[in-house]
């Protein structure tokens, strides 16, 4: 079974169950699903996913949070009591056959449930099992909550983000969660192709923390092979620790400016800070040292114009430079629009919601999925009777809440 007018996407035919919850796990099954996989939902009967009540607002859907709907539409619901050993017994049936597996809980968790590794693979040689955790499988924090807000702030991106004294400053967004499902679902593309060679599957683990190191690559290599020495935040409109003057945001007169790498020389031209910015212009190691007072000087001037006015000045003369979008601007702007990233998803009960698109193109075409996300235990006799069950055994389980009947 495939997404209806998806059967020509890279994953088509691929089942994926995914037994994850909240954002990291869901998130990889849907970069899965967007590329024409099958996901089966497996959740608790008794309030199913604990995101379906994660409220980023105060608007429910259908019963469920706006979070819920995002990172589930298409999938489908299949409710599993863990502890109930027929609920057990249908969910093993349906490993046997799937191709991919991805599950969030605490180490050790999956161990207790006799779904670790080992034991799913000796149902399924083939099967690509997925584990994301906070911190890994073994340490001092293996037992801490694997929370995006705290797997930040022990990565160090919290530390380096904001100017010299400001603070740490989060991310406006789950980063952690969405990195880590980014790099689950890496891991499962790769085992995929190697089991197309080999015939056999793979454990692909990784975690919030080990997302987070990965994203700062970059600066903590500099900060590894520079003696260990710290970068010193700006102290003024800071935007990069490592990076000089001018790389900041900017306030003009009616918004904001950022502007990126870019020589002072001839920055200071186009804005007509050649007297101010003398000093440095010729002095590359200054547009470090002096950060803060360039930055200053350049604050001043572009805030006495709108950003659209010192966007027709520079950005002819080719300086990297942007103006600050909030949401409404984005949506609005014709460099959004014709990247057709928006798309309505349905269901039976009236739910109806605008959300995005896969961020991926495959042959020229992108993913357009039409179903919302499930409800709880929704699939779950079709799913059963794909597996061979009888209407008997369906009528069984049904008693005990596996079904949505």
Not at 151 to 177: I, N, T, Y
Not at 339 to 345: A, E, G, K, S
């Amino acid at each position: 079974m495939t997404m209806a007018g998806q059967s020509d996407l890279p994953l088509a035919g691929l089942v994926v169950v995914d037994m994850s919850q909240f954002l990291s796990g869901p998130y990889c099954s849907l970069r899965l699903l967007d590329l024409g996989a099958r996901v089966i939902k497996i959740e608790r009967p008794d309030g199913g996913d604990l995101s379906r009540r994660l409220y980023l607002s105060d608007t429910e859907i259908g019963g469920d949070s706006t979070i819920f709907h995002a990172i589930n539409r298409g999938k489908e619901s299949f409710a599993v009591d863990l502890k109930n050993p027929g609920d057990l017994a249908a969910l093993r049936d349906l490993l046997g056959k799937a191709d991919v597996l991805i599950q969030n809980f605490r180490p050790g968790v999956i161990e207790r449930l006799g779904l670790d590794y080992e034991t799913v693979r000796a149902l399924n040689p083939r099967i690509v099992y997925a584990s994301i955790s906070g911190y890994g499988e073994e340490g001092p924090w293996v037992s801490r909550p694997g929370q995006d807000l705290l797997a930040q702030a022990r990565s160090g991106v919290m530390w380096l983000s904001g100017d010299e004294g400001q603070g740490p400053v989060p991310f406006g967004l789950a980063v952690a969660d969405m990195l880590a499902g980014a790099a689950a679902a890496q891991g499962i593309l790769a085992a995929l192709v190697r089991r197309g060679i080999t015939g056999t599957g793979a454990h692909v683990e990784t975690s919030l923390l080990e997302a987070l190191v990965d994203l700062q690559f970059e600066v903590l290599t500099t900060y590894l092979n520079d003696g260990r020495r710290l970068p010193r935040r700006p102290s003024f409109r800071g935007a990069h620790a490592y990076l000089s003057a001018p790389y900041g945001v900017y306030p003009a007169s009616d918004g904001y400016l950022a502007i990126a790498m870019t020589p002072i020389g001839k920055l200071a031209d186009l804005l007509g800070l050649g007297k101010e910015l003398a000093p440095y212009r010729d002095e590359p190691a200054s547009w470090f040292t002096a950060r803060d007072e360039i930055k200053m000087i350049i604050a001043r001037r572009i805030a006495t114009r709108t950003v659209d006015a010192w966007l027709a000045v520079l950005e002819p003369a080719d300086i990297w430079c942007a103006k600050v979008l909030n949401w409404p601007e984005l949506l609005e702007n014709d460099g959004f629009r014709v990247l057709d990233m928006l798309q309505t998803v349905e269901r039976e009960d009236n739910v109806s919601i605008l959300t995005t698109r896969s961020p991926l193109r495959v042959d020229g075409k992108r993913t357009k999925v039409e179903r919302a996300a499930p409800r709880i235990g929704e699939h779950g006799g079709d799913i059963l009777a794909e597996l061979g069950y009888t209407r008997a055994d369906i009528d069984r389980l049904a008693e005990s809440k596996v079904l949505r009947l």
